[in-house]
């Protein structure tokens, strides 16, 4: 409920920005964070909440950054809403994202994180508009409150107008899986997303539906979207936000067998003696309905022991990182008649114990223009407004967290 | 300040540096290296009549605030910037202020007036300002009041007005907020709401005051406040529950609406809310719970005692009926799970956890598991939650097991807690896909992660005795693995398990004490050495042994090993002191001098205790008893057990500790406060205002279309709630909109079909929006229906309205089943208005079932759908009563008191591939079924339909006098993944008659028993059938060859050897494979070898092998080995099989 602080500190532990709401609070706090820091071996390590003498401190960890709130008192630990930006980003812009957390947070209470109400109160600044304010010295806050704020609609502003009024949907889907070692499907799961790019002037109210919206088990929806309409008659009926926003993002139902369009043929093994081990990888399509499979890349996370790779790609390339033991290998596009193959030795350290366990396999995917579960749209009607709108519908199949034990 | 020293380096890179760059990018970094020097250039750009070089000069504080660097000095010249006509300016300003305020108070309260000046510029009008021309009238502002044309700056003033932390401003601060607690803006009463808890942290006394404000902001009706205020009320006053009770219904009607981070605060306010004011949904069912474990252990004859006791006591209990507003609050927060935000989310899943009666909880396990694919952190918050909801609640999460498998790539953190909620989702008939999942784990890298594994595979064991042998022998095969801290984990949980039944593991004792050679890891020592000691009559030889070795490395060991040696030590002198009486004496003279006193401490306590000397006298007699007692085992319990006492997801759950302000969830009363209190008076809102109603505020023309709606719905109050009374309509507040009306008239709502429900769901989002537009709305509906010529919107409008009907069927029945029941307590007219809002309750409680019962229906025909497509597999047709010539005589049946039955010569031989004996079971005893007897048994055909289901027979015979009509089953409640495949409804029966029927159950390849309910025309029983291990199983035939091969495949943990004694009559070949096949559906393999029996099965559900091997030795020895990867129907078919024989 009640944020004390933020310090924004990046990889190497320097605190880049700091704000506090109330008192201050010395940027020694950051002190035990880093102490818990350097105790886990991998950034994703860090614990989420630590407890120090006086204050709690909430970590988040978000494209290298993390996000240390101090807190002194009981809040609901779930604190979740900053974007995605890069260190870079911040530093640029210091004073706007210091108004933004201004705006977002009043006494560390969370006001306004509507990301198109903050864009209004707060405009986003565009290289125009920095040469025109060094001309005119105007200013790039809002000078209005945000209309949508008080309106029934707080996420749509007043008074959209675009020349071309188009909607575009895209429907990404998500396999989550893993394989066992003899490649049969351990869990797997179809994780989807539909996001929208909504550019339509005034007060258009769409309403969207399936052919099948059975598939869908679980949903989660933008608030725009009226709830009762979909428990009624499965239609997704809403008041689009203006721009780019995730209408709803949905599991489907664990009942269906889940199609997984790859499989994956490994040998891996590691001598006891001789310090090396062999590595083998084929990756081939199954039951991709006639799309290509692309995007192709494999990641490993090989153990310690493994001090290098030498491996011939029969497409695309790989690196080997010895410092994290990463091993990642781009393959592009799958094609049926030549299947790529990695191949080679791998040198251990000389000495130390084989490794007990083969390294998994994480892969990803993408397959365009098929959703994987079938999940198709019928058709999306628009009311209120006159003028016709250009819609669009894409489907993209994304491999997720798509782990293969070896 | 860390910063400090930073400026004496700056200051000389500074001066080589130069110049002051004005027209530098505040970006560029060179900002971060400000120094005195500039402060001055600050101060002077600061001081000049340019916007630009100001705003710049702001720019450059700013960031230096944010660095984190002191910039306090330039306060002065800052603060008279306060009355900057540039909104840019005055904003950074503000931030300024905000930030140095309290640490410099002497300056602030020196700045003050500027300051209060630069406030009451925002406040007043002011015609010169820059930015009112380039403001547009934008429909917020078009209703404002004179005083100020931007409620953004009114709000924006007031914000950092309260965040000075200058205690000698309170009264200012007071007076602003009272002022602005009344504003026109919505926006700026909001501000007021946060200004609150900022004025009581500053200063407690205001709390009175404070609490003023908070009671008539409580009292506003929009969206935007409701949050705010009740952020300001925990903070202030949680204590003062008593301000909800008016605004409680509005509350839970607005709550959709509000901004999520509202909705989180609410939801967690409402929560304790009604914990204090209304009862447990839930007592009834934990006298249930009461029962079942009665029933569980009572005898027989006891029971049908106690049922009826107890029935006698359920009938004297007045029903538990849910006071309809919790279940409006249950009602309103449901759709919020659906919410985009994880917080809110949680928010929800906790008050239903907390609030819901159990069969409903299950709804938040799905929105929790969809959380699991969110960020890590939010992850971990959930996962801390799942495990303490799945201790309690474990069948909620049982059908989403494997969600919780984990991943490689998962952060150790995550792992562990996945690794919990899996260990606490453990059961029966889980516990073999789950051990393969650990198994798995064990091999991973992450040593933590593994650690953790082998705990939780021996908290599997203790729980589930079924596969303790298993876990152990799987765990003493870790023994041999290479990472030394494998082993020491194992050593430490084998400790633990071993201490439950040592007797028969004096192998693994023994194998354990030669691991004392190689485990460097002391806990793991210290564990063996522990283990040998105290089972030292099981390893008479090796113990002293060890104690010798150890002897020698004394000096060389941990304090916790050396501890251990000396009890080691203690126990071989008690109980062998021949061979180790000395060892012990060298071991106790070198703890004697050891340089940890503790070791020394022991040493002399010990030799004083067991040496016997003349003066230890007393206690030396009573050494082996205290030595040698018997010591319980360990129980090893989830660390998440009775964390639950904390509210879920709040941050003191999350550390299992209370956080400063946390709010005690307080326990259900025992009796209901009065619901009365949260009745709201109809009159014109109770909107009072200072600043003259020049405009109407938007919430007020809700009543307005209020007015209209009720008009609409008049026909359906009068129709069917005629004699609803008058404190319904007291109940039925008119801003509390439509979700209000349709709880109070259920039947009016849903017999007005889909179109109102649109309508109603219209008006929910558009509350505010004109009337015209839901005129507009009115239009279109039909135009859409045009639009829409496909077949299915059609459909859709067509299968609506049944059902509806069904919906409203429902209603009616439960209002016939409640007005029965009112007959039946014969109530008298007093209590009739009690009676009429009880009935009033649980009609729309029924409602609400109405509407969940219609959920299920759906998904049930969706999924029956999907397998229609995906499975090739159709309805079973009806399946084929038995021949007459299995039926048992209707006359024996009559005889039968309670007997099991069995009889061979009854049952056919030719249908079950394996000649064996039916047992017969008893359903429905004939006193509890009032006449009706009802008996099972396992046919052991296949079912027809459904190759993956057990068939059942079921005979009942009516030995009442009169005609039994239509026996059916009835809302089968199977657990996750059990199927009942029911047998057709049986239309009469006459007295006297038996019938015969099949019926098919999926059992999951568990034990687990299937419930169902019996219903004939006049009654319902419940009944259930619980399979041996025995009947889930088909036979195969195979031949030696492949036997052999699959054996093969089936070793290590899923291989279970048992040796026996064969008695007497059961020592010849026909006995012997008669014994099997009879405690087993299993199929005979053919052997080259004598002596040795081999059986074969697959399991229905699944398909897994079962190889059964019996080898008979010399005389009576004989040895039972069965192979199958499902570990838990081994382990119970080993027993059931060697009762068989040996009986």
Same mark, same amino acid.
């Given at each position: 409920?009640?944020?004390?602080?933020?310090?924004?500190?990046?990889?190497?532990?320097?605190?880049?920005?700091?704000?506090?709401?109330?008192?201050?609070?010395?940027?020694?706090?950051? !002190? *035990? +964070?880093? =102490?818990?820091? #350097?105790? /886990? %071996?991998?950034?994703?390590? $860090?614990?989420?909440?630590?407890?120090?003498?006086?204050?709690?401190?909430?970590?988040?960890?978000?494209?290298?950054?993390?996000?240390?709130?101090?807190?002194?008192?009981?809040?609901?630990?779930?604190? !979740? *809403? +900053?974007? =995605?930006?890069? #260190?870079? /980003? %911040?530093?640029?812009?210091? $004073?706007?994202?210091?108004?933004?957390?201004?705006?977002?947070?009043?006494?560390?209470?969370?006001?306004?994180?509507?990301?198109?109400?903050?864009?209004?109160?707060?405009?986003?600044?565009?290289?125009?508009?920095?040469?025109?304010?060094?001309?005119?010295?105007?200013?790039?806050?809002?000078?209005?409150?945000?209309?949508?704020?008080?309106?029934?609609?707080?996420?749509?502003?007043?008074?959209?107008?675009?020349?071309?009024?188009?909607?575009?949907?895209?429907?990404?889907?998500?396999?989550?899986?893993?394989?066992?070692?003899?490649?049969?499907?351990?869990?797997?799961?179809?994780?989807?997303?539909?996001?929208?790019?909504?550019?339509?002037?005034?007060?258009?109210?769409?309403?969207?539906?399936?052919?099948?919206?059975?598939?869908?088990?679980?949903?989660?929806?933008?608030?725009?979207?009226?709830?009762?309409?979909?428990?009624?008659?499965?239609?997704?009926?809403?008041?689009?936000?203006?721009?780019?926003?995730?209408?709803?993002?949905?599991?489907?139902?664990?009942?269906?067998?889940?199609?997984?369009?790859?499989?994956?043929?490994?040998?891996?093994?590691?001598?006891?003696?001789?310090?090396?081990?062999?590595?083998?990888?084929?990756?081939?399509?199954?039951?991709?309905?006639?799309?290509?499979?692309?995007?192709?890349?494999?990641?490993?996370?090989?153990?310690?022991?493994?001090?290098?790779?030498?491996?011939?790609?029969?497409?695309?390339?790989?690196?080997?990182?010895?410092?994290?033991?990463?091993?990642?290998?781009?393959?592009?596009?799958?094609?049926?008649?030549?299947?790529?193959?990695?191949?080679?030795?791998?040198?251990?350290?000389?000495?130390?114990?084989?490794?007990?366990?083969?390294?998994?396999?994480?892969?990803?995917?993408?397959?365009?223009?098929?959703?994987?579960?079938?999940?198709?749209?019928?058709?999306?009607?628009?009311?209120?407004?006159?003028?016709?709108?250009?819609?669009?519908?894409?489907?993209?199949?994304?491999?997720?967290?798509?782990?293969?034990?070896? | 300040?860390?910063?400090?020293?930073?400026?004496?380096?700056?200051?000389?890179?500074?001066?080589?540096?130069?110049?002051?760059?004005?027209?530098?990018?505040?970006?560029?970094?060179?900002?971060?290296?400000?120094?005195?020097?500039?402060?001055?250039?600050?101060?002077?750009?600061?001081?000049?009549?340019?916007?630009?070089?100001?705003?710049?000069?702001?720019?450059?504080?700013?960031?230096?605030?944010?660095?984190?660097?002191?910039?306090?000095?330039?306060?002065?010249?800052?603060?008279?910037?306060?009355?900057?006509?540039?909104?840019?300016?005055?904003?950074?300003?503000?931030?300024?202020?905000?930030?140095?305020?309290?640490?410099?108070?002497?300056?602030?309260?020196?700045?003050?007036?500027?300051?209060?000046?630069?406030?009451?510029?925002?406040?007043?009008?002011?015609?010169?300002?820059?930015?009112?021309?380039?403001?547009?009238?934008?429909?917020?502002?078009?209703?404002?009041?004179?005083?100020?044309?931007?409620?953004?700056?009114?709000?924006?003033?007031?914000?950092?007005?309260?965040?000075?932390?200058?205690?000698?401003?309170?009264?200012?601060?007071?007076?602003?907020?009272?002022?602005?607690?009344?504003?026109?803006?919505?926006?700026?009463?909001?501000?007021?709401?946060?200004?609150?808890?900022?004025?009581?942290?500053?200063?407690?006394?205001?709390?009175?005051?404070?609490?003023?404000?908070?009671?008539?902001?409580?009292?506003?009706?929009?969206?935007?406040?409701?949050?705010?205020?009740?952020?300001?009320?925990?903070?202030?006053?949680?204590?003062?529950?008593?301000?909800?009770?008016?605004?409680?219904?509005?509350?839970?009607?607005?709550?959709?609406?509000?901004?999520?981070?509202?909705?989180?605060?609410?939801?967690?306010?409402?929560?304790?809310?009604?914990?204090?004011?209304?009862?447990?949904?839930?007592?009834?069912?934990?006298?249930?719970?009461?029962?079942?474990?009665?029933?569980?252990?009572?005898?027989?004859?006891?029971?049908?005692?106690?049922?009826?006791?107890?029935?006698?006591?359920?009938?004297?209990?007045?029903?538990?009926?849910?006071?309809?507003?919790?279940?409006?609050?249950?009602?309103?927060?449901?759709?919020?799970?659906?919410?985009?935000?994880?917080?809110?989310?949680?928010?929800?899943?906790?008050?239903?956890?907390?609030?819901?009666?159990?069969?409903?909880?299950?709804?938040?396990?799905?929105?929790?598991?969809?959380?699991?694919?969110?960020?890590?952190?939010?992850?971990?918050?959930?996962?801390?939650?799942?495990?303490?909801?799945?201790?309690?609640?474990?069948?909620?999460?049982?059908?989403?097991?494997?969600?919780?498998?984990?991943?490689?790539?998962?952060?150790?953190?995550?792992?562990?807690?996945?690794?919990?909620?899996?260990?606490?989702?453990?059961?029966?008939?889980?516990?073999?896909?789950?051990?393969?999942?650990?198994?798995?784990?064990?091999?991973?890298?992450?040593?933590?992660?593994?650690?953790?594994?082998?705990?939780?595979?021996?908290?599997?064991?203790?729980?589930?005795?079924?596969?303790?042998?298993?876990?152990?022998?799987?765990?003493?095969?870790?023994?041999?693995?290479?990472?030394?801290?494998?082993?020491?984990?194992?050593?430490?949980?084998?400790?633990?398990?071993?201490?439950?039944?040592?007797?028969?593991?004096?192998?693994?004792?023994?194998?354990?004490?030669?691991?004392?050679?190689?485990?460097?890891?002391?806990?793991?020592?210290?564990?063996?050495?522990?283990?040998?000691?105290?089972?030292?009559?099981?390893?008479?030889?090796?113990?002293?042994?060890?104690?010798?070795?150890?002897?020698?490395?004394?000096?060389?060991?941990?304090?916790?090993?050396?501890?251990?040696?000396?009890?080691?030590?203690?126990?071989?002198?008690?109980?062998?002191?021949?061979?180790?009486?000395?060892?012990?004496?060298?071991?106790?003279?070198?703890?004697?001098?050891?340089?940890?006193?503790?070791?020394?401490?022991?040493?002399?306590?010990?030799?004083?205790?067991?040496?016997?000397?003349?003066?230890?006298?007393?206690?030396?007699?009573?050494?082996?008893?205290?030595?040698?007692?018997?010591?319980?085992?360990?129980?090893?319990?989830?660390?998440?057990?009775?964390?639950?006492?904390?509210?879920?997801?709040?941050?003191?759950?999350?550390?299992?500790?209370?956080?400063?302000?946390?709010?005690?969830?307080?326990?259900?009363?025992?009796?209901?406060?009065?619901?009365?209190?949260?009745?709201?008076?109809?009159?014109?809102?109770?909107?009072?205002?200072?600043?003259?109603?020049?405009?109407?505020?938007?919430?007020?023309?809700?009543?307005?279309?209020?007015?209209?709606?009720?008009?609409?719905?008049?026909?359906?109050?009068?129709?069917?709630?005629?004699?609803?009374?008058?404190?319904?309509?007291?109940?039925?507040?008119?801003?509390?909109?439509?979700?209000?009306?349709?709880?109070?008239?259920?039947?009016?709502?849903?017999?007005?079909?889909?179109?109102?429900?649109?309508?109603?769901?219209?008006?929910?989002?558009?509350?505010?929006?004109?009337?015209?537009?839901?005129?507009?709305?009115?239009?279109?509906?039909?135009?859409?229906?045009?639009?829409?010529?496909?077949?299915?919107?059609?459909?859709?409008?067509?299968?609506?309205?049944?059902?509806?009907?069904?919906?409203?069927?429902?209603?009616?029945?439960?209002?016939?089943?409640?007005?029965?029941?009112?007959?039946?307590?014969?109530?008298?007219?007093?209590?009739?208005?009690?009676?009429?809002?009880?009935?009033?309750?649980?009609?729309?409680?029924?409602?609400?079932?109405?509407?969940?019962?219609?959920?299920?229906?759906?998904?049930?025909?969706?999924?029956?759908?999907?397998?229609?497509?995906?499975?090739?597999?159709?309805?079973?047709?009806?399946?084929?009563?038995?021949?007459?010539?299995?039926?048992?005589?209707?006359?024996?049946?009559?005889?039968?008191?309670?007997?099991?039955?069995?009889?061979?010569?009854?049952?056919?031989?030719?249908?079950?591939?394996?000649?064996?004996?039916?047992?017969?079971?008893?359903?429905?005893?004939?006193?509890?079924?009032?006449?009706?007897?009802?008996?099972?048994?396992?046919?052991?055909?296949?079912?027809?339909?459904?190759?993956?289901?057990?068939?059942?027979?079921?005979?009942?015979?009516?030995?009442?006098?009169?005609?039994?009509?239509?026996?059916?089953?009835?809302?089968?409640?199977?657990?996750?993944?059990?199927?009942?495949?029911?047998?057709?409804?049986?239309?009469?029966?006459?007295?006297?008659?038996?019938?015969?029927?099949?019926?098919?159950?999926?059992?999951?390849?568990?034990?687990?028993?299937?419930?169902?309910?019996?219903?004939?025309?006049?009654?319902?029983?419940?009944?259930?059938?619980?399979?041996?291990?025995?009947?889930?199983?088909?036979?195969?035939?195979?031949?030696?060859?492949?036997?052999?091969?699959?054996?093969?495949?089936?070793?290590?943990?899923?291989?279970?050897?048992?040796?026996?004694?064969?008695?007497?009559?059961?020592?010849?070949?026909?006995?012997?494979?008669?014994?099997?096949?009879?405690?087993?559906?299993?199929?005979?393999?053919?052997?080259?070898?004598?002596?040795?029996?081999?059986?074969?099965?697959?399991?229905?559900?699944?398909?897994?092998?079962?190889?059964?091997?019996?080898?008979?030795?010399?005389?009576?020895?004989?040895?039972?080995?069965?192979?199958?990867?499902?570990?838990?129907?081994?382990?119970?078919?080993?027993?059931?099989?060697?009762?068989?024989?040996?009986?």
């Amino acid at each position: 409920k009640m944020i004390h602080s933020l310090f924004l500190i990046n990889c190497s532990g320097d605190i880049f920005l700091e704000k506090h709401w109330k008192s201050v609070v010395s940027q020694s706090v950051c !002190d *035990y +964070f880093f =102490e818990a820091q #350097e105790k /886990a %071996i991998d950034v994703e390590n $860090v614990p989420p909440v630590i407890s120090t003498p006086h204050h709690y401190l909430i970590s988040i960890y978000r494209d290298k950054i993390f996000f240390v709130s101090v807190i002194q008192t009981e809040v609901p630990p779930l604190f !979740d *809403y +900053f974007g =995605e930006c890069s #260190e870079t /980003a %911040i530093k640029d812009n210091v $004073v706007i994202v210091y108004e933004l957390l201004e705006e977002m947070l009043d006494n560390g209470f969370p006001l306004a994180t509507e990301s198109n109400i903050l864009k209004e109160l707060i405009k986003p600044p565009t290289i125009l508009r920095s040469v025109v304010n060094s001309i005119t010295g105007s200013s790039n806050v809002g000078d209005t409150l945000p209309t949508g704020q008080l309106s029934n609609i707080p996420w749509r502003r007043a008074g959209v107008k675009y020349t071309n009024n188009e909607a575009y949907f895209d429907v990404i889907e998500e396999i989550d899986a893993i394989i066992d070692k003899s490649g049969s499907t351990v869990f797997a799961e179809i994780q989807g997303v539909i996001d929208s790019c909504i550019k339509l002037s005034g007060m258009p109210d769409l309403s969207l539906s399936f052919m099948n919206p059975r598939l869908l088990d679980d949903v989660s929806f933008h608030p725009c979207i009226r709830f009762k309409r979909w428990e009624s008659e499965r239609v997704l009926s809403f008041i689009p936000p203006d721009g780019n926003f995730r209408l709803i993002s949905y599991r489907v139902s664990s009942q269906n067998l889940v199609a997984i369009p790859v499989y994956v043929k490994h040998m891996i093994s590691f001598k006891e003696n001789t310090s090396s081990g062999r590595f083998d990888v084929t990756i081939g399509p199954k039951q991709n309905m006639g799309k290509t499979v692309e995007g192709v890349v494999m990641t490993v996370h090989m153990p310690k022991a493994v001090l290098n790779m030498n491996l011939t790609a029969t497409q695309g390339s790989y690196t080997f990182d010895p410092v994290t033991k990463v091993l990642t290998w781009d393959v592009g596009k799958i094609t049926p008649q030549k299947l790529p193959n990695l191949k080679g030795i791998v040198n251990l350290q000389s000495g130390a114990p084989k490794p007990e366990e083969n390294p998994s396999l994480n892969i990803q995917f993408k397959i365009q223009q098929l959703a994987i579960s079938g999940l198709k749209v019928n058709r999306l009607d628009m009311y209120g407004e006159k003028y016709k709108p250009f819609k669009g519908v894409k489907y993209i199949t994304k491999a997720g967290k798509f782990q293969v034990r070896t | 300040m860390a910063a400090s020293p930073a400026y004496g380096e700056e200051k000389g890179g500074s001066s080589s540096l130069g110049e002051p760059e004005y027209g530098h990018d505040p970006a560029s970094g060179g900002i971060f290296s400000s120094d005195y020097k500039r402060h001055d250039d600050l101060k002077e750009m600061l001081d000049s009549n340019k916007d630009s070089l100001k705003l710049e000069a702001m720019k450059r504080i700013v960031a230096m605030i944010a660095r984190g660097k002191n910039a306090s000095d330039l306060f002065p010249a800052v603060v008279k910037n306060v009355a900057c006509k540039n909104i840019e300016v005055k904003k950074l300003v503000y931030v300024y202020l905000v930030r140095y305020a309290e640490e410099q108070q002497d300056l602030a309260l020196l700045s003050i007036s500027t300051f209060q000046r630069g406030l009451k510029v925002s406040w007043s009008e002011d015609p010169g300002e820059v930015w009112r021309s380039t403001e547009p009238p934008t429909a917020a502002a078009s209703h404002m009041s004179p005083q100020d044309p931007n409620q953004l700056i009114r709000a924006s003033a007031l914000r950092v007005l309260s965040s000075i932390r200058v205690p000698i401003i309170v009264p200012i601060m007071m007076l602003a907020i009272k002022e602005a607690a009344s504003d026109m803006s919505p926006y700026v009463r909001k501000t007021a709401a946060h200004a609150i808890p900022k004025l009581y942290s500053l200063d407690s006394d205001q709390k009175d005051q404070l609490i003023e404000v908070i009671e008539k902001l409580l009292a506003d009706k929009t969206t935007l406040v409701a949050g705010s205020v009740v952020m300001a009320f925990e903070e202030v006053c949680p204590e003062r529950i008593d301000l909800i009770h008016k605004n409680y219904r509005k509350l839970c009607n607005l709550l959709i609406d509000v901004e999520e981070w509202g909705q989180v605060v609410i939801i967690n306010m409402l929560t304790r809310y009604a914990r204090t004011q209304f009862l447990s949904p839930n007592q009834n069912e934990s006298l249930l719970e009461e029962n079942t474990e009665k029933a569980f252990y009572g005898s027989e004859e006891e029971d049908a005692k106690d049922a009826k006791a107890e029935a006698a006591s359920l009938a004297k209990r007045k029903p538990y009926v849910m006071d309809p507003d919790h279940r409006l609050l249950l009602r309103n927060t449901k759709p919020l799970l659906q919410s985009r935000n994880a917080a809110v989310v949680m928010a929800v899943a906790q008050l239903y956890f907390h609030l819901a009666p159990k069969a409903e909880v299950g709804v938040i396990a799905k929105a929790l598991v969809r959380l699991l694919r969110s960020h890590s952190e939010v992850q971990y918050v959930v996962l801390q939650n799942v495990a303490t909801m799945s201790i309690k609640r474990r069948g909620m999460f049982e059908p989403y097991l494997k969600s919780f498998y984990i991943r490689s790539t998962d952060p150790t953190q995550i792992k562990i807690l996945k690794l919990e909620v899996l260990t606490n989702l453990a059961n029966e008939t889980n516990i073999s896909t789950i051990l393969r999942e650990f198994q798995t784990y064990i091999r991973s890298m992450d040593k933590d992660f593994v650690a953790a594994t082998i705990q939780a595979i021996g908290r599997c064991a203790t729980n589930i005795g079924k596969v303790r042998d298993t876990c152990l022998n799987g765990l003493v095969q870790l023994l041999s693995n290479r990472d030394e801290l494998v082993v020491a984990e194992s050593v430490v949980v084998i400790k633990k398990l071993l201490q439950m039944q040592p007797a028969q593991h004096s192998e693994i004792i023994k194998h354990m004490a030669k691991l004392t050679d190689n485990i460097q890891v002391p806990m793991a020592r210290a564990s063996i050495l522990w283990l040998i000691g105290e089972y030292c009559e099981h390893v008479p030889k090796i113990a002293p042994d060890v104690l010798r070795k150890m002897a020698k490395s004394f000096t060389n060991e941990e304090d916790i090993v050396k501890l251990q040696v000396i009890n080691l030590a203690a126990k071989l002198y008690l109980t062998n002191s021949k061979q180790s009486k000395l060892l012990t004496q060298y071991v106790l003279n070198l703890a004697k001098y050891d340089q940890n006193y503790d070791i020394r401490d022991r040493a002399r306590f010990i030799r004083q205790l067991i040496v016997p000397t003349e003066k230890s006298g007393a206690l030396n007699k009573y050494a082996k008893k205290l030595f040698l007692a018997q010591k319980p085992a360990p129980i090893l319990e989830s660390s998440f057990k009775d964390r639950d006492h904390f509210q879920l997801g709040s941050l003191s759950h999350l550390l299992n500790a209370k956080a400063v302000g946390y709010q005690e969830l307080p326990d259900w009363p025992d009796e209901a406060p009065d619901p009365s209190v949260r009745n709201v008076e109809v009159c014109g809102a109770p909107w009072v205002h200072g600043g003259g109603g020049a405009k109407v505020p938007e919430w007020t023309k809700c009543t307005s279309r209020e007015k209209r709606k009720e008009k609409v719905e008049k026909p359906f109050y009068s129709d069917s709630e005629g004699e609803s009374g008058p404190t319904e309509s007291a109940d039925s507040e008119p801003e509390s909109g439509s979700e209000e009306n349709s709880s109070s008239s259920s039947s009016g709502s849903s017999s007005s079909g889909t179109e109102e429900e649109e309508e109603e769901e219209e008006e929910d989002s558009g509350e505010q929006s004109e009337d015209k537009e839901e005129e507009e709305e009115e239009e279109k509906r039909p135009k859409r229906k045009d639009k829409e010529g496909s077949h299915k919107a059609v459909l859709g409008r067509v299968g609506s309205p049944s059902e509806e009907e069904e919906e409203e069927e429902g209603a009616k029945k439960s209002k016939k089943k409640v007005l029965q029941g009112r007959k039946g307590r014969a109530e008298t007219s007093s209590e009739a208005s009690t009676s009429e809002s009880s009935s009033s309750g649980s009609d729309s409680g029924s409602e609400a079932e109405a509407k969940q019962r219609k959920a299920p229906p759906s998904s049930k025909a969706s999924s029956k759908e999907i397998s229609l497509l995906d499975l090739d597999d159709f309805t079973p047709p009806p399946p084929q009563p038995i021949p007459s010539s299995s039926i048992i005589s209707t006359s024996l049946v009559t005889d039968l008191e309670g007997l099991t039955l069995t009889d061979t010569s009854l049952t056919p031989t030719l249908l079950s591939p394996a000649f064996s004996a039916v047992k017969t079971y008893e359903l429905l005893h004939r006193m509890a079924g009032e006449g009706l007897a009802v008996e099972y048994c396992f046919s052991r055909r296949p079912f027809p339909g459904d190759p993956h289901m057990v068939a059942v027979q079921i005979q009942i015979s009516n030995n009442t006098d009169t005609e039994v009509k239509n026996l059916r089953v009835n809302e089968p409640k199977p657990l996750s993944g059990m199927r009942i495949q029911e047998f057709p409804e049986i239309e009469h029966l006459a007295p006297g008659d038996t019938a015969s029927v099949v019926m098919g159950i999926d059992f999951c390849d568990s034990t687990q028993a299937a419930n169902f309910q019996l219903c004939t025309h006049t009654r319902q029983f419940y009944v259930s059938i619980q399979p041996p291990v025995g009947e889930l199983m088909a036979p195969v035939f195979m031949s030696e060859n492949e036997f052999k091969k699959e054996q093969g495949k089936l070793m290590g943990m899923s291989e279970i050897t048992e040796k026996l004694v064969l008695p007497e009559k059961c020592r010849s070949d026909h006995t012997i494979v008669q014994q099997v096949t009879s405690a087993a559906n299993v199929g005979r393999v053919p052997c080259g070898a004598s002596n040795e029996y081999r059986f074969a099965a697959k399991t229905v559900t699944s398909g897994s092998l079962v190889l059964i091997t019996l080898e008979w030795r010399e005389g009576s020895m004989a040895q039972l080995t069965i192979n199958s990867e499902k570990m838990v129907i081994g382990t119970m078919l080993v027993k059931d099989i060697i009762q068989a024989l040996t009986q």
